[in-house]
């Protein structure tokens, strides 16, 4: 077995474990006050009261539950049922998706909680950007957050792709139509299908392409549109390309339409020299 793999799933169940166990103490705390009042409400002649003849015996309902000489009798509500929305959703605003989808498998209760749109608005803020906190998306945050993260899966491909010069893959990869369009970093571009298929065959038989990682990968999705901007780093020297990367949605997929990376000049031997460098 894979240690790492272990280690997460291990990492998500005792995250997932802990709130459980916090939201059992809150639901304890609310079980106790509910029997404080009960109780309190067995003096003051409510007209939810019931007593016995001579005040032997005396049942008390209290907000739909069943009191007997002080003692609740269960009606099939669990103690995660009694708390208010807000505090499970506060609980669950500490998990990540892996936990998320694996607690929504438990039970019906847990389902519910889980689809709540406050917490996949959390979720969003927290995995991808906080920039976007006055959006409303249309479908929902659980909808907005299944489809920005399916676009962050397709970006990420395509540098893969780049990375380890997959021809076939690439082709693939753009959308076939003479609309979609590719601005290299030697500020030449190129407009359809075939063109822009053809600068990457000649870029990938070309021998020195640089390694490279990115960061500050930032995602906007806009029902079957959405677009990628990102630095990515040349792992030799310094400097950096800016990114725009453009996909459209068809038939549950999405492909690319536009790519733009911004030039970059490299100084090379004490900066009496310039080089263009190419991812």
């Known amino acids: 077995m894979d240690f790492a793999l272990f280690a997460a799933d291990y990492s998500s169940c005792l995250v997932a474990l802990l709130a459980t166990v916090f939201c059992l103490i809150l639901a304890s705390a609310v079980i106790f006050r509910r029997v404080e009042l009960g109780l309190s409400c067995s003096n003051c ?58 607690l929504s498998m438990t039970n019906s209760l847990m389902r519910k909680a889980a689809n709540d749109d406050n917490v996949w608005k959390a ?17 929902g945050w659980k909808a907005y957050y299944a489809a920005t993260r399916a676009v962050v899966t397709v970006n990420a491909e395509f540098f893969r792709i780049v990375r380890e010069r997959l021809l076939q893959a690439m082709c693939q990869f753009w959308l076939h139509a003479d609309y979609v369009t590719c601005f290299r970093a030697t500020g030449a571009s190129f407009s359809g299908y075939n063109a822009v ?83």
């Open 45 to 102: 002649g409510s007209p939810m009261e019931e007593r016995g003849i001579g005040g032997v015996e005396m049942t008390v309902q209290v907000n739909g539950g069943a009191w007997e000489n002080g003692v609740e009798r269960q009606t099939g509500a669990s103690m995660m049922e009694q708390l208010v929305p807000e505090i499970t959703t506060h609980a669950l605003s500490y998990l990540d998706y892996p936990s998320i989808c694996r």
């Open 123 to 139: 979720l969003y803020h927290k995995d991808f950007t906080l920039e976007q906190d006055s959006v409303i998306p249309p479908n």
């Open 197 to 279: 298929v053809g600068i990457w065959k000649r870029e990938f038989d070309w021998e020195n392409v640089a390694d490279f990682h990115l960061q500050e990968v930032r995602v906007r999705v806009l029902s079957n549109m959405a677009w990628a901007t990102m630095k990515v780093y040349l792992d030799i020297g310094t400097g950096l390309f800016n990114v725009t990367n453009v996909y459209e949605l068809h038939n549950g997929r999405w492909y690319m339409v536009h790519h733009h990376s911004s030039n970059l000049l490299r100084h090379e031997g004490g900066g009496h020299g310039q080089q263009p460098v190419h991812v």
